[in-house]
C-alpha cells in the first residue's frame, strides 16, 4: 500500500501561480510515477502531469509552457508549480502514484481544490 498526502491549492487570480505538493509513503517500489490528474465539475478526470523515476515527464497540451512537474526522490514527492493559471485550470487535483512493475499498484491522493478566479 502507498499513501498520499496532498497539500497547496486554493483560490487565486488569474494569472497567478500556486505549487502544489505531494508526498508518497509507504511500500514505494524504485522504479515509479507519480503525477497529477485533474476533473472538473461536470468532466471527466484528465491527466494534468506526469514524472517517473528516471526523470521523464509527460504534459498535457493545454498546460505545457505554465507548468512544470518535478520530484524529490529522496523525498517520495512530487511538485506541481502552476504559473500563467487561467480559469479553465479550476479543478480538483488528484496525485496519483503509480507502481511500474508489472501488476503493480495505482494510488490516489483525496484531491485539493484549485479555483482561478478571473
Known amino acids: 500500500q502507498v499513501q498520499l498526502v496532498e497539500s497547496g491549492g486554493g483560490l487565486v487570480q488569474a494569472g497567478g501561480s500556486l505549487r502544489l505538493s505531494c508526498a508518497a509513503s509507504g511500500n514505494i517500489f524504485r522504479a515509479n510515477g507519480m503525477g497529477w490528474y485533474r476533473q472538473a465539475p461536470g468532466k471527466q478526470r484528465e491527466l494534468v502531469a506526469f514524472?517517473?523515476?528516471?526523470?521523464?515527464?509527460n504534459y498535457a497540451d493545454p498546460v505545457k509552457g505554465r507548468f512544470t512537474i518535478s520530484r524529490d526522490n529522496a523525498k517520495n514527492t512530487v511538485y506541481l508549480q502552476m504559473s500563467s493559471l487561467k480559469p479553465e485550470d479550476t479543478a480538483v487535483y488528484y496525485c496519483?502514484?503509480?507502481?511500474?512493475?508489472?501488476?503493480?499498484?495505482?494510488?490516489w491522493g483525496q484531491g485539493t481544490q484549485v479555483t482561478v478566479s478571473s
Open positions: 514524472i517517473i523515476s528516471d526523470g521523464r515527464t
Open positions: 496519483n502514484f503509480q507502481d511500474l512493475r508489472p501488476a503493480g499498484g495505482l494510488y
